[in-house]
Antibody, heavy 126, light 108 residues
Framework: EVQLVESGGAWVQPGMSLRLSCEAS????????MHWVRQRPGKGLEWVSGISWNSGTEGYADSVRGRFTISRDNAKRSLHLQMNSLRPEDTALYFC???????????????????WGQGTMVTVSS | SYDLTQPPSVAVSPGQAARITCSGDGLSRRLVYWYQQKPGQAPVMVIYDDNIRPSRIPERFSGSSSGTTATLTINGARVEDEGDYYCFFTDKSTNQGVFGTGTRVTVL
């Protein structure tokens, strides 16, 4: 069974940086694109970023572009989200998720989220 | 970027059909995904590629899409189907994902 475990969430002050990680197991990590999705307290889901299987394609929500950077290490089966210039509105539970399709069905990008981790909480407050 | 609109809530009696719509210009010619989220839990994918149900999802869940509207139907809804439901698609031209506004389904 696919397992995704997020870490790195913390309480930080506005303007600070944080790096989230997601460790993947029980599937062929380098065959799949990956996503980060967040959920502000009491609110709906918001797609944050996605990365293709080979890091050739990255995508960002308008709300985080220029501040957040997604990356992956296929050798270590890990996904990361570098978050800079954090704002109070970035306070949320951050989920990582594996894409529905293998690279053979979606070579250049990403599609939808098949399986999700349990999330890691980020709080941005002074 | 696109907006996807869903009704805030849908209420049905047990055994009835619950239909959740997702509307937006961006849906035209794009594949839609549906997610169920129960309180305190991570979302679960219930439909992908408009109308394909993952093997672990009960047959009462089905999806359809036409033009700029996608629909998730729960035939014979059960109390355990209560939760929040979200539609989603990826805009391949911008490499951005978009979630719908979410619908709370109540079965009572």
């Amino acid at each position: 069974e696919v397992q995704l475990v997020e870490s790195g969430g913390a309480w930080v002050q506005p303007g600070m940086s944080l790096r989230l990680s997601c460790e993947a197991s029980q599937f062929t990590f380098n065959d799949y694109a990956m996503h980060w999705v967040r959920q502000r307290p009491g609110k709906g889901l918001e797609w944050v970023s996605g990365i293709s299987w080979n890091s050739g394609t990255e995508g960002y929500a308008d709300s985080v572009r220029g501040r957040f950077t997604i990356s992956r290490d296929n050798a270590k089966r890990s996904l990361h989200l570098q978050m800079n210039s954090l704002r109070p509105e970035d306070t949320a539970l951050y989920f990582c998720a594996v894409d529905v399709k293998t690279r053979y069905l979606d070579w250049f990008g990403f599609s939808g989220m098949a399986v999700w981790g349990q999330g890691t909480m980020v709080t941005v407050s002074s | 970027s696109y907006d996807l609109t869903q009704p805030p809530s849908v209420a049905v009696s047990p055994g009835q059909a619950a239909r959740i719509t997702c509307s937006g210009d961006g849906l035209s010619r794009r594949l839609v995904y549906w997610y169920q989220q129960k309180p305190g839990q991570a979302p679960v994918m219930v439909i992908y590629d408009d109308n394909i149900r993952p093997s672990r999802i009960p047959e009462r869940f089905s999806g359809s899409s036409s033009g700029t509207t996608a629909t998730l139907t729960i035939n014979g809804a059960r109390v355990e189907d209560e939760g929040d439901y979200y539609c989603f698609f990826t805009d391949k031209s911008t490499n951005q994902g978009v979630f719908g506004t979410g619908t709370r389904v109540t079965v009572l």
